[in-house]
């Protein structure tokens, strides 16, 4: 039986159990293994596999079957068939595991990352630590599908085990053994073709322009390189390496080819007084050589599938003349291969992992796997599929202009800065070539930069709330800085828009752009004055919150997606706080003190039980703007709090209600104004504030001020040594004490307002706040209304829960659980039915004139 060819392109996560204990990858692939089957080594076969079954597991002729009962005292159990096998032919290579599989009332998993119906793979490491990989597997009833996992496995793997059944879960699962697949993903070469005279010369041009942009980056100083070869060893490697750290998040062993890159851009660059230096030349293959003979392995499979191939690629284009046809460049090559279409990549992975395989196959001259990656990588150029929106794999580019991946999140940061950049370097790249963009592709590009990024740059930084994850140091303006030199290469590369793409820049410096844009598809509303900029993230049974934990970036981060509003004028106010933020007292929240744990391995998390979220709890969350004014509403039912939440943006104030607060939790609940970094005199009277420009107006406001400690290490995991930050913190609060029942809280905030303003303030009025409604009318009229019920407000009425802005004759209705079809509305005794737009425009407004 043939195994398909077809790639299947999935993103896995990790849980980094203990350094010592395990390390779990999911694989989300549910058909036919995407490998090129291999004589199987002795050991690995089916006919060699001795199944192990447990009470309620049988094993009959080709069949496993498990059947266990909802509320069965083994529930909690791993109830399956299980087989050694012999994992050492498989080291140094990606295996891959697959099998038919069929299933009835599966119970969904309620644990992070983890299925109940299980094909696992555990297998011991050489420092003593188990592995465990787990395919992603349905739920429910389901007919015969093709699971499949896959893993590199390291030197020194040993006492590999596969698992077949359920796991902490109730139903019934089959598994036919005769389809059981294992092995190697092909890391042979692939028969190269002709290259016709036109191609080689774009293959040409090509590789110049890549070499030519290594040597673009900053080159080390000739006394740094010299310093470089005088700490390698004869046999390649570096003095000053941990070449035994394994650390996920900053591998020190990468550092090996971190410097035969930066040796092999000096020998490359024919400016600098290194160039073509013999030494330096023996240096750079001595330190290759000794990578492809060793091939180190991470428990990240982002270095080995990623980062790897791409370092020393890069190397390989610099250096052509050091490694011809021959055993050392072949070596080398083989540790490009590593790069290979696998199950567990989607969105901007798989364009990653496109780069590495066009680079190596530039390198060979191979057009086949060259016109795949190529292809591969323009495919990403994209809209996200209508589909399995809820699935971790799940990601591209949202009719609202933002980029998610992991599942429906915001990840303008982390994934789609480098998506951008990615896409701005190919367009450079293949310019004039048989490879550049499509004007389709350049239509969703441009639907990316300029109806997303732009809206979330304020002084040429990225606003904190659409960074990701990734929090740490300075994450704001490195952030922002790739975005706005992607958009320049851009505008290098496209055939047009090149005066919106200088718009973009100029208000990168200017902040020029005015108006409200509410990013639908991810619960994300940003507000723009000349002066100011404001943003609130939230999250609901739509959209997913921020990750937390994932490769330990972000580990307090559970609550960043739950109604924080930030506010900025100088773009300084959050400048690396969140090390020292209180992360149960952020920004526009209402929360519960949540304790703060400490684990072995220098982890903190705020998850109750463990558990990463992988949805929003509530529907009705959402927004309704106008392009100058917005209003949003989060319903929380969160950690044993539940508040209605509503955000107002006018063009002078936000203005923050929250009504039917109540609590269950044992921790103290309370709601966040602001918590920055504290900039100048602070000045106060009865019931306002006034700091750093922005002025603040409610009743049970509650300031604290000083300076706070915080460790870097909760943000950036891969630090393993405390790094320390101290910064004076502003912070206003509300108090709603322990276990509040129907608390309610209101207050403006006034960016650009004087003290005096402050004071006086007049403008704006609270309308209602009540569990029913929240409303306000802006400063030209304009009513905002959040009804959380069929109600009445005056001289309006709707049939349906909804948000609206009414002005005049003129009314804009949205759905925020953007289920319903159509809507009654009544205004000044006129009615009208409206329909309502469904699908990835669900939750958009509909303009009434009555």
């Known amino acids: 039986m043939k195994l398909m060819k077809k790639p299947i392109h999935f993103n896995p996560s990790m849980i980094y159990k203990s350094r010592l204990i395990a390390a779990v990858i999911v694989l989300q692939a549910l058909s036919s293994l995407s490998a090129q089957e291999q004589p199987v080594p002795s050991g690995a076969s089916m006919a060699r596999l001795h199944w192990i079954s447990m009470p ?17 005292p083994v529930i909690r159990r791993r109830n399956c068939a299980l087989s050694k096998f012999d994992i050492s032919p498989f080291q140094n290579k990606e295996l891959g595991i697959s099998i038919l599989m069929r299933g009835k009332n599966v119970s969904p998993s309620r644990r992070s990352w983890n299925y109940n119906a299980r094909l696992l793979l555990s297998y011991r490491m050489l420092n003593g630590g188990i592995r465990w990989v787990e395919a992603a597997t349905p739920t429910g009833d389901f007919d015969w599908t093709r699971v499949v996992l896959s893993d590199w496995i390291p030197s020194g793997a040993s006492d590999g085990t596969i698992y077949l059944g359920l796991d902490n879960g109730s139903g019934e699962v089959e598994f036919d053994l005769s389809t059981l697949k294992i092995a190697v ?56 390496i941990d070449y035994n750290d394994e650390n996920r998040s900053r591998w020190k062993t990468a550092e090996h080819l971190s410097q035969t890159r930066a040796i092999a851009r000096a020998y490359a660059s024919k400016s600098h007084p290194l160039y073509r230096d013999a030494p330096l030349g023996r240096a750079i293959r001595n330190a ?45 090559l083989q540790v490009c291969r590593q790069a290979k279409f696998l199950p567990r990549y989607t969105g901007n992975n798989r364009v990653y992992i496109a780069r590495n395989i066009f680079l190596r196959a530039l390198l060979e001259r191979n057009i086949r796997p060259l016109n795949a990656a190529a292809s591969a990588l323009t495919e990403e150029i994209r809209f996200a599929s209508f589909e399995n929106k809820n699935k971790d794999g799940f990601g591209g580019i949202r009719a609202d202009g933002c980029y998610h991946l ?45 109806n997303g990024f732009r809206w979330i740059l304020w002084h040429g930084k990225m606003d904190l709330l ?25 505008r290098k590369a496209d055939p047009g828009c090149f005066q919106t793409y200088d718009e973009i820049l100029n208000q990168s410096r200017n902040n020029s752009l005015i108006g409200n844009h509410h990013f639908w598809n991810s619960d994300y509303m940003v507000h723009r004055r000349p002066g100011w900029y404001a943003a ?116 002078d104030a936000i203005y923050q209600l929250g009504a039917d607060i109540s609590s269950t939790s044992p921790h103290e609940v309370a709601t966040t104004v602001n918590s920055c970094i504290r900039n100048g005199e602070i000045r106060q009277q009865r019931e306002w504030f006034h700091h750093d420009g922005i002025g603040y107006r409610g009743k049970g406001l509650i300031l604290s001020t000083g300076k706070r400690t915080g460790d870097w290490r909760i943000l950036e995991g891969g630090l393993s040594s405390p790094r320390m930050e101290t910064r004076d913190v502003f912070h206003l609060q509300i108090n709603h004490g322990i276990k509040p029942q129907e608390a309610s809280y209101c207050f403006a905030i006034l960016p650009g307002a004087t003290p005096e303003e402050t004071a006086n303030w007049r403008k704006g009025k609270v309308l209602s706040n009540t569990g029913a ?66 699908g990835e425009k669900g939750g958009t407004g509909v303009t009434v004139k009555f």
């Open 288 to 332: 290759v050589n000794w990578w492809s003979s060793n091939r180190p392995f991470n428990s990240n499979w982002w270095w080995n599938d990623m980062w790897v191939p791409e370092t020393l690629g890069e190397t390989l284009l610099l250096v052509p003349d050091l490694f011809p046809q021959g055993p050392e460049r072949t070596a080398a």
């Open 466 to 490: 659409a960074c990701g994850r990734q929090l740490g140091r300075n994450a704001a303006a490195t952030k922002g800085k790739t975005t706005l030199a992607a958009l320049r290469l851009l």
């Open 406 to 450: 992991h599942g429906p999140q915001v990840q303008f940061g982390n994934y789609g800065c480098e998506f951008l950049k990615n896409a701005a370097y190919w367009a450079n790249i293949w310019q004039d070539t048989q490879w550049q963009f499509s004007p389709h592709q350049w239509n969703v590009i441009h639907h990316l930069a300029f």
């Open 773 to 838: 409604i929240q409303a306000i009318e802006f400063n030209d009229g304009t009513i905002g209304a959040i009804f959380h019920e069929p109600g009445k407000l005056g001289n309006f009425q709707t049939s349906a829960p909804g948000a609206f802005l009414i002005k005049g004759n003129s009314v804009i209705a949205v759905d925020p659980t953007a289920r319903l079809q159509k809507m009654n509305l009544m205004l000044d005794g006129i009615s009208k039915s409206i329909g309502l737009p469904t």
């Open 56 to 72: 309620g597991v049988s094993i009959q002729g080709n069949r496993v079957l498990v059947r266990i009962s909802p509320g069965s």
């Open 536 to 651: 609130v993230r939230m999250n609901s049974v739509r959209v997913r919150p921020i990750e937390d934990g994932i490769n330990w970036d972000n580990s307090l981060g559970r609550y960043f997606s739950d109604g924080v509003c930030l506010i900025y004028r100088t773009g300084k106010e959050y400048d690396n706080i969140t090390a020292v933020w209180d992360w149960t007292r952020l920004p526009g929240t209402t929360l519960p003190a949540t304790p703060v744990h400490s684990t072995k391995q220098l982890r903190w998390t705020l998850r109750p039980n463990g558990k990463s979220r992988q949805l929003g709890e509530t529907e009705f969350v959402g927004g309704v703007t106008d392009g100058v004014r917005g209003a949003a509403v989060f319903t929380m039912n969160l950690d044993g709090v539940k508040a209605k939440k509503a955000y107002f943006f006018d063009t």
């Open 185 to 240: 993903w092909n890391e042979t070469a692939e028969p190269p073709e002709t290259v016709s005279p036109q191609a080689a010369r774009e293959l040409d041009l090509i590789e110049s322009r890549m070499r030519n942009a290594l040597l673009s980056s900053r080159t080390k100083p000739k006394n740094e390189v010299l310093a470089l070869l005088a700490r390698q060893r004869t046999d390649g490697t570096f003095e000053n």
